[in-house]
């Protein structure tokens, strides 16, 4: 949308015509290392947006860095990408996994300082960086706040196994747990949810990786009264239908062909976040060089940009603060769809490396 506006509108006073050239690695981190060279070496690209997976950007972590190629917007808040010193040209679009960790503890905390808390994790440094920092942030708050939480039972998935996650929440349910953590991703997360038996009824959370209008159709009547820390704005929500950057989305979605089920599913609309910060770093870089970008997109200090909560302050500070996004509120899902506020929009600005230490 922003070519047939002319382009965009970079902080050297000059528009730039945005080509997009897209490879798929299929998810699979094997293939990503020729993908991003073919990127690089052939087709020149100024820079790589967007790429999903941890394993599979830290396949290219060190090609990309050797070759002062920036990689913006990772769709993958893993905690590698809080090492801005060693690798600086690497940037997340999402936020930290342990951070958003530490607000489920806060608020079960809050809610029930007392907890018994069932972790299922994906057996991958996606799934263990919530682990970890889940059970970092129930000892601090133990040993800080008086609370008397307890993990009383963990169990791992491999996504790569072909099972799917049913024997590990039926051997989770038994374990006396009050509160139960789903830190996996893609299908598997939602399925999960159908998987709690009957006599269980837990408070559930769930990652933001999992929390899309497609992924909550998958999990159905289950999906009710589960608990994320919510980061952007939910284009099938009924409440956010009247936010402008909502508006902007629909509307300009709808105008290169998306239909409604691509315009609420919630991938599009993180592709279209992952575009947006890109954009950003161009309207506030002096000088449209790759350095010069990924030195604006270190020292952001702005209001949300696409779909992020507009109560999201955008604040980066070089390797001190690597995380552009370090907000959320706590939100439950309704049973007619869309979600409920539980907690509003809090900002940890610079806490994400500390937490996940």
Do not use: H
């Not at 996650?165 to 051997?171: H, L, N, R």
């Amino acid at each position: 949308s922003v070519n047939d506006n002319g382009g965009v509108q970079a902080g050297d006073g000059n528009s730039y015509m945005i080509e997009v050239i897209k490879e798929n690695d299929s998810y699979d981190p094997g293939k990503t290392p020729a993908l991003a060279q073919k990127l690089v070496e052939q087709d020149g690209v100024f820079a790589i947006v967007g790429t999903i997976g941890t394993e599979n950007n830290l396949a290219i972590r060190d090609y990309l860095n050797d070759n002062c190629v920036p990689n913006i917007a990772l769709a993958t808040g893993s905690t590698n990408w809080g090492d801005a010193d060693q690798y600086p040209w690497y940037i997340s679009g999402l936020p930290s996994y342990a951070l958003e960790a530490n607000y489920w503890v806060d608020y079960i905390a809050e809610t029930n300082p007392e907890a018994k808390i069932a972790i299922l994790f994906q057996d991958d440094d996606f799934g263990t960086a919530y682990r970890d920092a889940l059970e970092k942030a129930v000892e601090r708050s133990n040993n800080d706040d008086g609370t008397n939480m307890e993990v009383v039972a963990e169990q791992g998935y491999n996504p790569l196994s072909g099972t799917t996650t049913e024997a590990a929440v039926t051997q989770l349910s038994t374990s006396g747990a009050d509160t139960f953590v789903v830190g996996i991703s893609g299908t598997p997360c939602p399925q999960t949810l159908t998987f709690i038996p009957e006599t269980w009824d837990p408070t559930t959370f769930i990652s933001v990786t999992c929390a899309g209008n497609t992924a909550m159709s998958i999990a159905g009547p289950a999906a009710e009264g589960v608990i994320q820390a919510q980061v952007t704005l939910d284009p099938a929500d009924p409440a956010d239908a009247d936010q402008p950057a909502i508006q902007q989305f629909r509307e300009q979605g709808a105008a290169v062909g998306l239909d409604e089920g691509q315009l609420d599913g919630g991938i599009t609309s993180i592709g279209w976040n992952f575009g947006q910060f890109f954009e950003l770093g161009l309207t506030e870089t002096e000088v449209v060089e790759r350095a010069e970008i990924m030195n604006a997109l270190y020292s952001l200090d702005t209001g949300a940009f696409g779909l992020i909560r507009p109560e999201i302050e955008i604040i980066t500070d070089g390797a001190e603060d690597p995380w552009a996004v370090e907000g959320f509120r706590i939100a439950q899902r309704k049973a007619e769809g869309g979600w409920e506020e539980l907690a509003p929009v809090t900002n940890r600005n610079g806490e994400s490396n500390e937490l996940a230490g």
